[in-house]
């Protein structure tokens, strides 16, 4: 339904894609949330270990029914990735390495950051997972209004930026604008998405 609905969804209706998709996550009971995002840790999780290149991820605390990341940090752990998580300092993100998973407080914009300051560079993380609230067919993510991502990762390689979505939130004609940044991989419930 959402897809047929988001199918015609360009550029000048962002913001009319961005609620009609967040209603969407919000709608699905906590055990749908649960049982989609098991199914997506699982297919992200099996990748990462066939990638030996990978050290270090950024992950994120999921709001408003997004992917709970519970199970992909600790599956990282167990899979001796260090892992960071963003911290808004100043307007701008910073990636944290958390003491350990209580290590969370509600920061600037009522999102959980964590409560260590011990920053790394962005060039020393190997993969960044990013919040998004839809992904197109040609990698371009459509995010939240703040622009964060889009300016803290707009020098960064694609094909070090990841998304993980629900199946729904894949949307073939979304183009995006100039500043968008792209993702070269998605992962949603039904297994990972090839970027044109």
Known sequence: MVKESTKYCQVSDKSKLRRLLINQRLAMSSELVSFKSTNLAKFFLETISEDDSLFSIALYYPIKSEVETEEIHEGLLGLNKTLFY???ID???????PKDCKDFSKGTLNVMEPRANNFIDYSEIDLFVVPSVAVGSSGVRLGYVGGFYDKALS?????KICS???DFQFVHHFDGEKHDIQVSKVFTDKGPLHIN
């Open 86 to 88: 963003p911290k808004i």
């Open 91 to 97: 307007n701008r993100i910073q990636f944290v390495e």
């Open 155 to 159: 020098f960064i390689d694609k094909k």
């Open 164 to 166: 993980i979505i629900y």
